[in-house]
């Protein structure tokens, strides 16, 4: 802010309380419920505050964990204190009688979900380590590891999901919520849509935290991992176990504020009126203006946006819950329907932000509109750690059959060590060049998916050369089958053929001997002939001297004709 626009306000600074003023307001608070446990449990009140107080000092106080560039979301305010207090409040005295460790346990779960799940480096977990368990040298009476002994994971829904009433209360095992999830896994593929999830540890404990979030009236969260982390999907199978609907936008060309406006209205609508419970998933994708984070802002600050209904519209919906309003004990005045509309949407209307850490844009808006980091609860999804990589690459090298299961797990745990590897390298190259690489579990996923899809095709053309050869044995087998016939059948003929030579030798004798008989015929018959010949020689001419004779006589007797034909009688 420009010094010519401060000089004309005045500038008032509120620090963090003391000591004694946090201790006196949630002490009363804490101390109002836990008075109806059992006294081993009822004298834990002073020394969870205690614990709380000196963690928060701790961390709101540190240089180490003040915002920085790349630390600008550790914000550490009173609201940190409240939701410890808040979700320590959710135990009920039936669970913990006899119990007082169970009740520091679900402390050190919320201290964990308020303050560690928003760390991004390891040492300040390293740090805010030190400092919980210093603070849990005020449980004299309860050994650290029994307090700190994983799995420290809190959820209401495991209860439900067994026919029980919601209860907050510690997971059994690990096993035991993996076959809770996986049985809701199957019931969201069945009833909404096919999604093909690993369900390792890491993202059973992120579905757990963001179910613990959305379950909270007021509670919207705000879950930050890079693209294909899962941040959408175990979003979406988070409100599905605690049975909400999930509403999302269609962003297009023509998208912007009026279309948001829209979209927002119906959510009111449904969770005001019909009391629906709603999660509203937005990514920063789909925030194609910036603007649209001036609605989630007021949205998530106070729960209204200015403006949002026309006058006509709001007394409208104002007059649906009317009956509802008076039943709850508010009077039948504008503002405390409008007041009881409110808290209403509240309670039933959750936003689930999934945002991207890459580059500035997250940065930017963060400052931009504070709303975003201050009023969530922020779930930070950091790499997938070697276990999750082995599990996911076994689960989807399963679909494949190997020789030997020892070859589908070594191959998993190369391909494991092969994507940690270079996330080393992007951590060598960021080093050197001051430059970012980010390689996804979407890369290990399209990683998998390669390798499926170059051995199936490998292994296609090895069965296609196995098939051609399987058939050009067949048909050299064919062949000689057919061959070795054939050979059985020359003999046979061979047999045949070496009569019918016999017989034929002896025609041929038989016709030599009568070509002789036939070649001296032949002689005599030329003999024969010759003397014919001359004989038609002769003949040919004395016919030739007749016809001479002729010639000369035929005149002489014709002049005889014709004289024999003048005669007459008379002349007789």
């Known amino acids: 802010m420009s010094i010519f626009v401060s000089r004309h306000f005045t500038l008032v600074s509120c620090l963090t309380a003391e000591r004694e003023i946090l201790k006196t307001i949630y002490f009363q608070i804490l101390d109002n419920h836990l008075c109806t446990f059992e006294k081993s449990v009822a004298d834990l009140t002073a020394k969870l505050i205690n614990a709380t107080m000196a963690v928060f000092l701790g961390v709101a106080t540190s240089p180490q964990f003040m915002p920085t560039a790349r630390k600008f979301h550790y914000h550490f305010n009173l609201r940190d204190f409240a939701r410890i207090v808040q979700n320590l409040m959710l135990a009920q005295p039936a669970h913990y009688r006899g119990n007082p460790l169970g009740v520091v346990r679900l402390w050190a779960h919320e201290c964990h979900r308020v303050w560690r799940d928003i760390l991004i480096f390891d040492v300040d977990k390293e740090a805010y380590m030190n400092f919980m368990k210093t603070s849990a040298k005020e449980f004299t009476d309860i050994k650290e590891e029994a307090i700190f002994e994983e799995p420290l994971l809190y959820t209401s829904y495991v209860a439900a999901c067994s026919g029980h009433e919601a209860a907050y209360l510690p997971i059994q095992g690990m096993e035991h919520l993996k076959g809770v999830l996986e049985a809701k896994l199957e019931e969201y593929n069945e009833q909404v849509a096919s999604m093909n999830l690993v369900l390792f540890d890491e993202a059973m404990e992120h579905i757990s935290r963001i179910a613990r979030i959305i379950d909270l009236p007021v509670g919207s969260a705000l879950l930050v991992g890079v693209g294909g982390s899962g941040k959408q999907s175990l979003g979406k199978l988070s409100s599905f176990i605690l049975g909400y609907d999930v509403v999302r936008i269609i962003v297009t060309s023509n998208y912007g504020m009026a279309e948001l406006k829209t979209d927002i209205q119906g959510m009111f609508t449904k969770a005001g009126v019909a009391g629906s419970q709603l999660l509203f998933v ?36 104002l007059g649906k819950v ?74 989807f090298l399963a679909e494949i ?53 170059l051995l199936g095709k490998k292994r296609g053309k090895i069965t296609d050369q196995i098939n051609r050869l399987e058939i050009g044995l067949q048909t050299m087998k064919s062949t000689t089958e057919q061959v070795e016939g054939l050979q059985k059948l020359l003999e046979i003929k061979m047999v045949d053929v070496g009569i019918e030579k016999e017989k034929t030798d002896e025609l041929i004798e038989v016709v030599g001997r009568e070509s002789l008989d036939a070649e001296k015929e032949a002689e005599a018959a030329a003999v024969q002939e010759a003397e014919t010949i001359e004989f038609a020689n002769a003949a040919k001419a004395e016919k030739a001297a007749a016809d001479r004779e002729l010639a000369e006589a035929i005149p002489a007797m014709e002049r005889a004709t014709d004289a024999v034909n003048c005669l007459e009688v008379k002349s007789i």
């Open 401 to 453: 059959e190997f020789p030997a299961e020892e070859i589908g797990a070594a191959i998993a745990q190369h391909m494991a060590q092969v994507h940690l590897s270079i996330n080393e390298a992007n951590e060598e190259f960021r080093t050197a060049e001051r430059r970012h690489n980010y390689t996804t579990p979407t890369s290990f996923l399209e990683l998998i998916n390669f390798y499926k899809f």
């Open 282 to 317: 937005l990514t920063d994708s789909q925030i194609t203006d910036d603007r649209f984070l001036v609605y989630i802002n007021d949205l998530l600050s106070s729960g209204w946006i200015p403006e949002l209904f026309a006058k006509d519209e709001l007394d409208g919906l």
């Open 322 to 395: 009317r009956t509802e309003a008076k039943g709850a004990g508010y009077q039948d005045t504008p503002d405390q329907l409008f007041e009881f509309f409110l808290d209403k949407v509240r309670k039933n209307l959750h936003l689930g932000l999934c945002f991207s850490p890459v580059g500035d844009a997250f940065r930017f808006r963060a400052r931009m509109f504070p709303g975003v980091i201050n009023c969530t609860s922020m779930d930070w999804f950091h790499e997938w750690p070697r276990a999750a990589l082995i599990d996911v690459a076994s689960r």
